[in-house]
Antibody, heavy 121, light 111 residues
Framework: QVQLVQSGAEVRKPGASVKVSCKAS????????ITWVRQAPGQGPEWMGW????????RYAQKFQGRVTLTSDTASTTASMELKSLRSDDTAVYFC??????????????WGQGTLVTVSS | IVLTQSPLSLPVTPGEPASISCRSS???????????LDWYLQKPGQSPQLLIY???NRASGVPDRFSGSGSGTDFTLKISRVEAEDVGVYYC?????????FGGGTKVEIQ
């Protein structure tokens, strides 16, 4: 069955960076894109960006341009999200999700379990 | 694109129907003929799960009591007979453009 398993919770100080990984299994990795979404405490989901696991093409939300980098490794079927220059308002649960359709950025049909990133001095 | 959901909170009775509205600031209909509007349910303490894509297509494994309708800027998610396991926050999301936005959410609770 399709599974996306994310790395564990992280604590960082303001100004630091964090990298969250997402290990995919149960399907052909290169046939589906991976999207990253975050959810601050008590808030709704917020789209961060998308990566094509086939070509490496990326699209980022304007809000995160220059601070976020999405990568994918087909050999290990793992996608990663790195966020730099962390601030306290980056404290959130970060999710990876599979795009069920390569023709669009939506249709997120499988999700990871989420990774809590806490930014605190 | 801004998505506005209503109501913010929806008390429901098991066995009764329920309906959630999602209004978009721009049309979500593309030249493909599809409306790029999804519905997700986030149960307490869980990751969101896809219910509906392309406005009216049920995702794999989703019970047929869930249905989506609408086109352009106005969309509706309906639950024909609410069950206790349906509680959580429902979000609509659009992917019509080169980014994705989510609605503010509708919290469904058993009354």
């Amino acid at each position: 069955q399709v599974q996306l398993v994310q790395s564990g919770a992280e604590v960082r100080k303001p100004g630091a960076s964090v990298k969250v990984s997402c290990k995919a299994s149960g399907y052909y990795f290169r046939s589906y894109g991976i999207t990253w979404v975050r959810q601050a405490p008590g808030q709704g989901p917020e789209w961060m960006g998308w990566i094509s696991t086939h070509s490496g093409e990326t699209r980022y939300a304007q809000k995160f341009q220059g601070r976020v980098t999405l990568t994918s490794d087909t050999a290990s079927t793992t996608a990663s999200m790195e966020l730099k220059s962390l601030r306290s308002d980056d404290t959130a649960v970060y999710f990876c999700a599979r795009n069920g359709d390569y023709s669009q950025l939506g249709r997120l049909d499988h999700w990871g379990q989420g990774t809590l990133v806490t930014v605190s001095s | 694109i801004v998505l506005t959901q209503s109501p913010l909170s929806l008390p429901v009775t098991p066995g009764e129907p329920a309906s959630i509205s999602c209004r978009s600031s721009q049309s979500l209909l593309r030249s493909t003929g599809y409306n790029y509007l999804d519905w997700y349910l986030q149960k307490p303490g869980q990751s969101p799960q896809l219910l509906i894509y392309f406005a009216s297509n049920r995702a794999s494994g989703v019970p047929d009591r869930f249905s989506g309708s609408g086109s352009g800027t106005d969309f509706t998610l309906k639950i024909s007979r609410v069950e206790a396991e349906d509680v959580g926050v429902y979000y609509c999301a659009q992917a019509q453009q080169t980014s994705v936005t989510f609605g503010g959410g509708t919290k469904v609770e058993i009354q």
